[in-house]
C-alpha cells in the first residue's frame, strides 16, 4: 500500500467520522481522559482499541515487542508514571497474545541479532519454567503457556515500579490485570491477575514460583 492511498483513508475516515459527529476533533484536540493504559506487543494484529471497541481517547497506550516491563526501559517507565500521576488513569492491562513471534524467537535457537538482547528477559521466564513447560506434549502448548507466564511477570513487573508503588502507599486507586487474546477468535482470556495493592504482591510472587 502506497503511503498516498495512507492519506487518502486518513481523509475519508476523518470526514466520515466529522459527518456522524461535527465535534468530535474539536472535544478530543482539548484533552485526554483515559481509566486505561494497555500495555501490549507492537504485532501489527492486536490493536488496543479495536479489540475492546473502544474510541480513541479511551485507552492510553504503550506497545513494545512481547509487551515486556523491564526497570532499564526509560520509555516504558516513563509511559506509566505519566499514566498513574498526569492522567490517573485507574487500570493497567498487560496485553499478551498467543501465537507471538517475540515468544517464539526468545526460545528458538537462531540468532535475531539487537533484538535478542530485548528477547533474553523472556528466555529467562523459559528457563525458570523450563519444568513445568517441557511436561507439555506439543511445542504450540509450551509457547502458549510461556506466553501466560509472560504476562505474569511482566504483571509483577508493573507492580514493582516505584511509580505504582508510591501510588498504592499514597491511596490512589490502581489495579494492575494480566490478559491474553487469541487471534483465532478474537478473544481476550482473563489470566486471574488482578493487583490493586503491595499487599496482593506476595500472591503473585507465591504464583511466579
Not at 492511498?5 to 468530535?24: C, G, I, V
Not at 512481547?66 to 520509555?75: G, I, K, P, Q, Y
Amino acid at each position: 500500500m502506497p503511503i498516498d492511498e495512507l492519506f487518502q483513508r486518513n481523509k475519508d475516515w476523518a470526514a466520515a467520522l466529522t459527518r456522524e459527529d461535527p465535534e468530535y476533533f474539536s472535544r478530543m484536540s482539548k484533552d485526554q481522559r483515559p481509566e486505561y493504559l494497555w500495555i501490549g506487543c507492537s504485532d501489527s494484529r492486536v490493536p488496543a482499541t479495536q479489540i475492546v471497541d473502544l474510541p480513541p481517547g479511551k485507552i492510553f497506550v504503550h506497545y513494545n515487542i512481547a509487551n515486556v516491563v523491564v526497570h532499564s526501559d526509560l520509555n516504558c517507565l516513563s509511559v506509566i508514571q505519566y499514566a498513574i500521576e498526569t492522567l490517573k488513569v485507574k487500570h493497567i492491562i498487560v496485553a499478551g497474545h498467543y501465537g507471538c513471534g517475540g515468544i517464539r524467537a526468545a526460545v528458538e535457537n537462531k540468532e535475531n541479532r539487537m533484538i535478542d538482547n530485548w528477547l533474553r528477559h523472556i528466555a529467562d521466564i523459559e528457563r525458570i519454567h523450563r519444568a513445568k513447560l517441557d511436561a507439555l506434549e506439543t511445542e504450540e502448548q509450551r509457547l502458549n503457556l510461556l506466553a501466560e507466564l509472560n504476562v505474569q511477570e511482566q504483571v509483577a513487573n508493573v507492580c514493582r515500579t516505584s511509580v505504582i508503588r508510591r501510588a498504592w502507599e499514597s491511596g490512589q486507586e490502581v489495579t494492575v490485570y494480566g490478559l491474553i487474546y487469541e487471534m483465532a477468535n478474537g478473544q481476550l482470556k482473563d489470566l486471574g491477575l488482578r493487583v490493586n495493592g503491595i499487599g496482593q504482591m506476595t500472591e503473585i510472587q507465591q504464583q511466579e514460583g
